[in-house]
C-alpha cells in the first residue's frame, strides 16, 4: 500500500516533468525550459486571488483619482501631474507583493531541487520567473493607464484646448511616455523583489525584508538625499545625478524631464535622463544578479 502513496518531492517531480513535456532522457532546450517556466509563473498569478484583488485596487485608485479629480477633462498632462504622485506609492507596492515570494515559493516547495535535475541553469530559472511575474505586474498597471488615456481622449473640453495653445503640447504621446517611464520603474521594483525572494528563507522573513525594502524606496533614498543637500555634501551642480541613485527619484525626474517640463516648456532640469535611466537599468540587472547569485550558491 505505501507504494502507492506519492511524497510530496515525487508528486512535485512528476507535475514539473509533466510541465516540461519531455521525459529525463531528452533534455529540453533552453528555450522551451524558459517558456515553461514563464507559463508556470502566469498560471500561478492567474490562481492567486490576490494578484486579482491588487489589480482590481490599484485600478479602482487609478481611476478613480483620474475621475474624481477632473484631470481627464484637463488633458492628458494635468492627468498624469494628478497620477504621478500615488504611482509613486502603489508601484513599489503591487510590484513587491507580485514577486516577494515568488523564487521562495519555489523552493518551500521544493520546486527548485527539482528543476536543478534538469539542464536548466540558476540564470534561466530567475529570468523566467522574472518575466512570467513581470506580465502579470504590467498587465495589472498599465490597463489601467489605457483605460486613463480613453477617458481623457473621450472627455473632450474646452479646458484641454486652451492648455494646449500655450507653450506646450497636451499629447498623448506625453501620457505615453509616462506610460513606459512607469513600466520601466515596476520592472525595476521587481527585480528587487524577486532579489528579495532569493535572499530569504521564509515568510516572515520576506514580509520583513519587503517592508523594509519598500520603506527605503519611498522614505529611506529621498531623506538621505535631502540630508546630503543640506549638509553641503551634495552641490547644486551634481544634484540631478545624485536623484538618479534613487529608483524613485530617478522615475520621478524622468516623468518631469519627458513629459511635464516638455509640456510647460519651462523650468530647471529636474533629473538627468541618461544618468536617470542607467539607473534603473543598474538596479533591475543588480537585483537580477543578485537572485541568480543566491541560487547558485
Known sequence: MSG???????????????????????APGPKHILRTIIGRELRTIVRTRTFFILALAFAAVVLGISSVSGSVQGGYVPTLVDLLTPLELLVPVVAIAFGYRAILGDAERGELDVLKTYPVSSREIVAGVYVGRAI???????????VTVLLVFVAEEEGRTLYASHSGVDSPILFARFIVLTILFALTVLAIAIAISAVVSGTRSAIALSVVALVVLLVGFDLALVYGFSAGSIGDGSLVYALALSPLSAYRGLVFESAIVVASGTGPAAASPIASLVSLVVWTATSLGIATWVLNR
Open 4 to 26: 502507492d502513496v506519492n511524497t510530496p518531492s515525487d508528486t512535485t517531480r512528476d507535475r514539473t516533468s509533466g510541465q516540461f513535456g519531455r521525459s529525463q532522457s531528452t
Open 136 to 146: 502579470g505586474l504590467l498587465t495589472a498597471i498599465v490597463a489601467p493607464l489605457v
